[in-house]
């Protein structure tokens, strides 16, 4: 499963290089539009009101068409986040996160390095070398990978390259 960022839809370069990869490698996914999106509004709900539409449409789709199979979940910056928050409550089996927000642009102090450190399952982070907002480092179960680019992550093909040889790693 994987979500769109705040200002954009599930047609970014880089979901689309995520798909490309995951469908590579034989899983099926599933790209979530938040609500707010839905309803045709720009701005992003309060994090607690995605993270509980995101729940919500994971525990549809686990009642139904993904019953009893592993679920990998991440998104694009904001997406991502709400992927990380979730994670154990979902019971994801990884966390892909593209474009992750470490902090916003120029304000360090205000890390968010903490939902990504809360994630206790594989973690790979696709970011663009000259991220605005920020660069997080490697951890325990958490990979990074640098692409070229900035926070759009324009490079389909990047992306795709990153997340089919994680995919292929997990596999091992």
């Not at 469908?23 to 979530?32: E, F, I, M, N, Y």
């Not at 154990?88 to 089996?93: I, N, S």
């Not at 992306?159 to 997990?170: D, M, P, R």
């Amino acid at each position: 499963m994987l979500g769109h960022g705040a200002g954009g839809g599930v047609e970014s370069p880089d979901l689309v290089g995520a798909t490309t990869a995951a469908r590579t490698v034989g899983l099926s996914v599933a790209l979530v539009e938040q609500p707010y999106r839905v309803a045709g509004r720009r701005s992003p709900a309060p994090a607690n009101q995605l993270d509980t539409a995101w729940t919500a449409v994971i525990s549809q789709l686990r009642e139904g068409a993904l019953s009893g199979l592993p679920l990998l979940t991440g998104g694009r910056s904001a997406g991502a986040r709400v992927a990380c928050r979730t994670a154990d409550e979902v019971g994801a089996a990884a966390v892909l996160c593209l474009a992750f927000p470490v902090h916003p642009p120029g304000r360090p102090e205000k890390s968010r390095l903490d939902e990504l450190d809360a994630v206790s399952v594989p973690v790979l982070v696709v970011q663009g070398e000259n991220d605005p907002f920020g660069m997080p480092p490697d951890g325990p179960n958490r990979t990074v990978v640098r692409i070229p680019g900035t926070h759009s992550l324009r490079s389909s093909s990047a992306v795709e390259t990153a997340v089919s040889h994680w995919l292929t790693s997990l596999a091992d």
